[in-house]
């Protein structure tokens, strides 16, 4: 059975910094891409960043390019998402997903949450003003 759990949401002021991380249990192997979705409410689900099963490739929506920083530790089973100079506007439920397939291209995942094969309950983070 596979578990992906997020954690590292919370409050923060504008101009802040959190970093969530995300472990996923149960794959049959560690090479999965993944990524970080977003949503706020009454908006769509939106991609925010996603990473190749090795780690050596990565995907940044324009909202998050050069603030947000996505890694991964296969041996630990781990997704991280450095959050830097935060805004208001950050303010979501963020969801961790697992690519269905090996052969998805980290851009492809963050683009078409179709292909998400597991998702995380979620980690609200607050950026107040």
């Known amino acids: 059975q596979v578990q992906v759990v997020e954690s590292g949401g919370g409050l923060v002021q504008a101009g802040g910094s959190l970093r969530l991380s995300c472990t996923a249990s149960?794959?049959?192997?560690?090479?999965?891409?993944m990524g970080w979705f977003r949503q706020a409410p009454g908006k769509e689900r939106e991609g925010v960043s996603c990473?190749?099963?090795?780690?050596?490739?990565?995907y940044y929506g324009d909202s998050v390019k050069g603030r947000f920083t996505i890694s991964r530790d296969n041996a630990k089973n781990t997704l991280y998402l450095q959050m830097n100079t935060l805004k208001p506007e950050d303010t979501a439920m963020y969801y961790c997903?697992?690519?269905?397939?090996?052969?998805?291209?980290?851009?492809?995942?963050?683009?078409?949450?179709?292909?998400?094969?597991?998702w995380g309950q979620g980690t609200q983070v607050t950026v107040s003003s």
């Open positions: 997903a697992v690519g269905g397939s090996i052969y998805y291209r980290e851009d492809d995942v963050c683009r078409s949450s179709r292909i998400v094969a597991y």
């Open positions: 149960g794959l049959t192997r560690d090479d999965f891409p």
């Open positions: 990473i190749n099963g090795s780690g050596g490739r990565t």
